[in-house]
């Protein structure tokens, strides 16, 4: 069964500050990985998405990275600002379906 | 990009009543749509994956007869919530596949509270 764990759970970083998010999955035979982003009270926003072929993917000020030998991906905020305050959560696809397996997210704060 | 809405995006009920929420996709068909249901400081936990034209698929433990699943048309699927008792309360979020793609686009969910 897969299984997604995101560390740390929580993290607070003063504005500016570059930083790295991590996520690790037990099961390495994925169609793809998705980061999404999740504002308190509110659905999910795509941020990206790294196919199982692909090393990396970039968009602004982040850069996702996957290692789908060892199971883990990264995202990786540059600059940070107070508006990246959410809570960050990492999925998987499970190969041959269209499932998603979500880890229980990390909650970035970003302090002025 | 794609869109999916949700309605309602509050409800509030009593225990016992039904409740229905509705997931539609606005500018793309989805023959394949999923609910989640997420609890507090909880990820979110895949229910069932709702299928046009035939019967939705329930993940362990979901109870089929409790949540009930239509996807009427390749724009909508609704969940409903029978029975609904304080425990049910939760955020449930559907989501849809874009076409030709496995990005999964979500809904902004829907925050049920059973009294």
């Known amino acids: 069964k897969q299984e997604v764990t995101q560390i740390p759970a929580a993290l607070s970083v003063p504005e500016g500050e570059n930083l790295v998010l991590n996520c690790s999955f037990t099961d390495s035979a994925i169609y793809n990985l998705q980061w999404f982003r999740q504002d308190p009270g509110k659905g999910l926003t795509s941020l990206l998405l790294?196919?199982?072929?692909?090393r990396e993917q970039t968009s602004g000020r982040l850069n996702a990275s996957l290692d789908k030998s060892s199971g883990r991906s990264t995202l990786y905020i540059a600059a940070s600002q107070p508006g990246d305050s959410a809570t960050y959560l990492c999925a998987v696809h499970e190969g041959g379906s269209e499932k998603l397996v979500f880890g229980k997210g990390t909650k970035l704060t970003v302090n002025p | 990009g794609a869109v999916v809405s949700q309605h309602p995006s509050r409800v509030i009920c009593k225990s016992g009543t039904s409740v229905k929420i509705e997931c539609r996709s606005l500018d793309f068909q989805a023959t394949t749509m999923f609910w989640y249901r997420q609890f507090p400081k909880q990820s979110l936990m895949l229910m069932a994956t709702?299928?046009?034209?035939?019967?939705?698929?329930?993940e362990q433990g979901v109870e089929k007869d409790k949540f009930l699943i239509n996807h009427a048309s390749l724009t909508l699927s609704t969940l409903t919530v029978t029975s609904a008792h304080p425990e049910d309360s939760s955020f449930y979020i559907c989501?849809?596949?874009?076409?030709?793609?496995?990005?999964?686009?979500f809904g902004p969910g829907t925050r049920l509270t059973v009294t």
């Open positions: 709702s299928n046009e034209g035939s019967k939705a698929t329930y």
């Open positions: 790294i196919q199982s072929s692909q």
């Open positions: 989501s849809a596949p874009g076409l030709g793609t496995y990005e999964q686009y």
